[in-house]
């Protein structure tokens, strides 16, 4: 499904938040959840930005990015936006910057909901077929808002996002990028502004998720034990370049590099991981 060959990504103006890839080559399956490893400015995050074709002007990007065989970065502007948010969503790390703050959730999730199905705008009147159609997609919402363990998903569907704590935001941002069911689901830290104890319920979901519609996925994280649950295969990035790429099992039982055992280490308190 996803082929990165040999991409390199470079930046004219190189900062923290602008980490350059060298060389990378991957390959994601249909059903498979790939985890991207390694610490902040390892270059995880410039990864999925050249997927989106979100990329700052000043980068540059060589190599090829194939998704079913297609190019990404030779294709036409329409193309590639064709594909962002019906066949390639992304959870993003920051959900103030995914959500729209003068328009109410229940109205963004309208906004997704009808750019995959193709439904008609509401108009000051509504006919029956309307209002039919509403209620099917505010029946829809709640239960996306629910399965992410949001209380009063009704409630929430009324508010602006500055009207919810961050963590409650996430959970919003999860609810809409799974929401259409993509076929490739970009999971950019999904859970950093999480208490403990909703994390693993947000793995799960986005696990259960992908197994009912066979989704390909791309979790991205510093954390090992997150990806421990979720993840079939692991690649460990640092300073842009890839220096373990295995299964799961393997990366975290018998990792090579001296890198990865810190983090490890450092995701599993220094404890023998079984």
């Known amino acids: 499904m996803l082929d990165f ?9 190189l900062s923290e938040e602008d980490a350059a890839v060298y060389g990378l080559n991957l390959r994601l399956e249909e ?21 989106l074709d979100i990329l700052p002007p000043y980068a540059s990007v060589s190599g090829e990015i194939l998704y079913n065989g297609d190019d990404i970065l030779k294709m036409r502007r329409h193309e590639r936006d064709a594909l962002r948010g019906r066949e390639i969503s992304k959870i993003f ?21 009808r750019s995959s199905e193709g439904s008609r705008s509401y108009g000051a009147t509504l006919l029956p077929w309307m209002w039919r159609e509403k209620r099917a ?44 069911r ?39 994280s510093h954390n090992l034990a997150e990806l421990e649950r979720i993840c079939d295969n692991i690649m460990i990035l640092k300073d842009g ?21 810190a983090l490890i280490e450092a995701a599993f308190g220094g404890d023998e991981h079984d």
Do not use: W
């Not at 059903?31 to 997927?51: D, N, P, R, W, Y």
């Not at 009207?163 to 609810?175: C, D, Y």
């Not at 975290?252 to 990865?260: D, F, I, R, S, V």
């Open 5 to 13: 060959r040999d991409v390199t990504i470079t930046y004219s103006s």
């Open 31 to 51: 059903g498979e959840v790939l985890g991207i490893a390694g610490e902040s400015g390892s270059g995880k995050s410039t990864i999925a930005k050249a997927l």
């Open 93 to 113: 790390q920051d959900p103030a910057m995914a959500l729209n703050p003068i328009r109410k959730i229940r109205r963004q999730f309208y906004d997704i909901l």
């Open 137 to 180: 997609m505010d029946a829809r919402i709640e239960k996306e808002l629910r399965d992410v363990h949001l209380p009063d998903p009704k409630r929430v569907m009324e508010q602006y996002p500055q009207q919810l704590s961050g963590g409650m935001k996430q959970r919003v941002v999860i609810a809409a990028a799974i929401c259409n």
């Open 182 to 220: 993509p076929r490739l689901l970009i999971a950019d830290e999904p859970t950093s502004s999480l208490d403990a104890s909703v994390r693993p319920l947000i793995i799960d979901e986005i696990k259960r998720v992908k197994d009912e519609n066979n989704l390909a996925v791309l979790y991205i």
């Open 241 to 261: 370049h890839v220096i373990e790429y295995g299964s799961t099992e393997s990366i975290l039982k018998c990792p090579a590099e001296e890198y990865t055992k």
